[in-house]
């Protein structure tokens, strides 16, 4: 079988690559090796409460520019919330409740009207605040060199930022962001995604928060997009092998000994699926040498229902607990529909989490609910659900970001897409689109001849 473009692997990255090949007039085929596209953005339904959990929750900003043109394309875009003035709801176990709004900081009336609005900090720390400011407006190529070597608290501790600071603002965002916790992440990628979102427009800094499932939002009208401008798509499809002459590639092996042979290729898979795959010569040669060295970080989602009600907040930091982030389910969908009250408590970064029993996580998830919201205990917990994702993106230290391939390789007709894949930014949805867009356009280049 030929086609124009073959991408291996369907989770998000492979499916915006198919898309964007399919609607630029190449014929695309898409292998996935599982029974299911998506990757690790999938949903499935909960059989006891007959909700659908998501394996984590997503929130996407306005600067997801790639991202909202892929929804566009798919056209689901209207199945996003939009917090147009976004706003941070974060719980102190001192200060109790208190709210950020996150303006876009590019005029100096934004700048001082974010500033102000954080009163539980001194002015000094305010006034340390525009270090930060400061240096993301300032990016240029020097900064971003200093940067890539430092951790997220090096970073801030160089700035001036105070560990309450730190503690209360910067790093909720950081380990949310990044999937890391401060100590191990690189500054590099969150500054960078941090500059995006609030020294950009009013639009880029909103919030988008998705009304619906994950395999709702990105995956099922994907695919019917891609089969609808003629791309084929074949799940339960692994490819074993990538065979190479020269510094081309001349084919795919699949687990049946078949072939698929196709002008360009995507690689949109787990970095350490991909380098499985690849011929032993290419394993040696950089940037797959460094593969191996790449380390994982955890998520785990606990998943709560509730007898009643206990808070109407949307989404809540707990700053200074193990569960990191606190989402209503009910809140965001904009429906209750009679069901029970659902919460999804999200530890980013969990390393000494993971391996913890589903009973001790719940918990763990109910001991720190019940700090934020003590109305908790008169409301019964009827059912609970556990998500570890183990190797839920890469651990994106400075080792690592120094090592994080561009989409392009020395195969002349393999191109890389993934959120791991070096697009500036951190493991997100956003970095994973990105990638796939370019890999495409880079692929179109080679197999319709451009």
Request: glycine residues 8%; charged residues 25%; aromatic residues 8%.
């Amino acid at each position: 079988m030929k086609t124009d473009v073959l991408v291996i692997g369907g989770g998000l990255s492979g499916l915006a690559s198919a898309v964007r090949a399919v609607e630029s007039g190449a014929t695309v085929t898409l292998l996935e090796a599982s029974g299911k596209l998506g990757g690790r953005a999938y949903s499935y339904p909960d059989t006891k409460t007959g909700d659908t959990i998501d394996n984590g929750q997503h929130v996407l900003l306005g600067c997801y520019h790639r991202t909202l043109e892929f929804l566009r394309t798919i056209q689901t875009e209207d199945l996003l919330r939009t917090q147009r003035v976004p706003h941070l709801n974060f719980f102190h176990p001192e200060k109790g409740f208190f709210r950020v709004r996150l303006r876009s900081i590019r005029s100096s009336l934004g700048l001082g009207l974010s500033l102000w609005q954080f009163r539980s900090f001194s002015l000094s720390e305010r006034l340390r605040m525009l270090e930060v400011v400061k240096e993301l407006r300032s990016w240029d190529e020097a900064t971003k060199q200093r940067l890539v070597s430092l951790t997220v608290e090096q970073w801030l501790d160089r700035l001036g930022q105070s560990k309450e600071v730190q503690r209360s603002f910067w790093n909720p965002i950081a380990v949310s962001v990044m999937n890391e916790i401060p100590q191990r992440a690189c500054a590099l990628p969150y500054a960078n995604a941090l500059r995006l979102a609030l020294l950009g427009s009013v639009a880029d800094s909103a919030f988008l928060i998705p009304k619906v499932s994950l395999k709702e939002l990105y995956v099922d009208r994907a695919v019917e997009f891609i089969k609808s401008k003629g791309g084929r798509i074949f799940l339960k499809t692994k490819a074993t092998r990538i065979l190479t002459k020269g510094d081309w590639v001349a084919g795919v092996e699949l687990g049946n000994r078949k072939h698929f042979g196709a002008s360009a290729y995507v690689a949109a898979l787990p970095h350490q699926s991909l380098f499985r795959i690849l011929p032993r010569a290419m394993q040696e040669e950089r940037p797959f040498d460094a593969l191996p060295r790449f380390q994982t970080s955890p998520i785990i989602s606990v998943h709560l229902w509730f007898e009643k009600p206990f808070t109407n907040r949307a989404f809540v930091g707990l700053i200074g607990k193990r569960v990191q982030w606190v989402f209503n389910k009910r809140k965001i969908s904009g429906s209750a529909d009679g069901k029970p009250f659902y919460i999804s408590a999200v530890i980013s970064g969990a390393h000494e989490f993971v391996e913890l029993s589903r009973n001790d996580l719940i918990w763990l998830a109910l001991q720190d609910l019940q700090a934020a919201f003590p109305e908790m205990k008169r409301s019964r917990l009827i059912h609970a659900h556990v998500i570890k994702e183990k190797e839920a993106t890469i651990s994106a230290t400075p080792e690592v970001e120094t090592l994080r391939p561009s989409v392009d390789t020395p195969l002349r007709n393999l191109f890389l897409a993934g959120d791991w894949v070096d697009t500036g930014l951190p493991a997100t949805i956003e970095g994973a689109v990105e990638s796939g867009y370019k890999a495409a356009d880079l692929a179109l280049q080679v197999g319709k001849g451009g």
